[in-house]
């Protein structure tokens, strides 16, 4: 067991200093440069998609009841939009604090301060099911306390289908990349093979066995592409400190504490799994296809 794990740290440091060499660290480069592709992509998604969490995804229904409708009269409301088994969840919103929410807009505290009354009504919020919201809608315009129900499901629609696109794209984008990653380490690999084929030829002459020889080549792949991972979250890391710097002044000026954050510690993680067994991968195809063709004189 010993000698079997002397000989793996021999093969991991051989790979080492072979990624350390120009070439090796120009490849890592070009593969972190792929790779912050998707790894960014997916970062500004998340983000995005942390931004529009605030708002539910569900298909909503508005009730706006009368100026005079009385507290009590909303509490009976409530109770039966909640024995109703078409409405999921059911948020009531007292004019006050529909009013403290619009007061917190800016620009707008000194136009509600010059009304001198609350022009909002008490509301309630509805989520239900896309199937039920039309003839849910309809039915709620009819009850006496109500003045008007708003239902839109188009924009829930439109920003799950966005969402789905981009997670798509960000799929297929990193499909590609990865197809791309393989292909470099497959041909670095192929150099190194190709530049050792005389030590190669020494090495079966006196005995090495296939798995020696190609440990150190293994070593690379996954050195190479977790290197290359590693770059990658640096350039994402430094492009979205770039975006903050934009980004803050104007949602500043909204009033939001939105920045675009970077990925989860398991997130980096896997950008580095990823990698690197990709490089393996890219090795492991490279050794089996080049490796037998060399054989001792």
């Known amino acids: 067991m010993r000698a079997w794990l002397r000989q793996h740290a021999a093969a991991f440091r051989l790979a080492a200093r072979r990624l350390l060499r120009a070439t090796g660290l120009a490849s890592a480069l070009v593969i972190g ?21 605030r708002a539910t995804l569900e298909p909503q229904i508005s009730l706006f009841l009368r100026p005079e409708a009385t507290r009590a009269e909303a509490d009976s409301l409530g109770r ?10 059911v948020r009531f919103v007292p004019r006050e604090e529909a009013l ?10 000194e136009v509600i301060a010059s009304l001198g009354r609350n022009p909002l009504p008490d509301a309630f919020v509805v989520t239900t099911s896309e199937k039920s919201l039309e ?13 008007q129900v708003q239902a839109d499901s188009a924009w829930a629609r439109r920003l799950g289908a966005l969402e789905r696109l981009g997670r798509l794209a960000l799929v297929l984008l990193a499909a590609l990349l990865g197809a791309g990653l393989v292909a470099v380490t497959f041909n670095t690999i192929r150099l190194q093979i190709l530049t050792q084929r005389e030590e190669i030829e020494v090495s079966k002459l006196i005995g090495a066995t296939d798995a020696f020889i190609r440990r150190p080549f293994y070593y690379l792949g996954l050195l190479q ?23 803050r002044p104007l949602a500043d000026s909204y009033g939001s504490g939105f920045r675009f954050a970077f990925l989860s510690l398991s997130g980096a993680c896997t950008v580095l799994a990823l990698a690197g067994g990709l490089g393996w991968l890219g090795a492991h195809l490279s050794v089996s296809r080049h490796l037998r063709n060399i054989e001792p004189r």
Do not use: Q, T
């Open 80 to 89: 039966a939009l909640r024995a109703d088994p078409r409405v999921g969840k």
């Open 33 to 53: 440069i792929a790779v912050s592709l998707p790894a960014g992509g997916y970062a500004l998604l998340e983000s995005l998609r942390a931004l529009a969490g």
């Open 100 to 109: 403290k929410e619009l007061a917190a807009v800016e620009g707008m505290s």
């Open 225 to 247: 592409g977790a290197a290359g991972g590693l770059f990658a979250l640096v350039i994402v890391a430094v492009l979205l400190a770039a975006l903050n710097n934009e980004v």
């Open 135 to 147: 003839p849910l809608a309809a039915d709620l315009a009819r009850l006496p306390a109500v003045a």
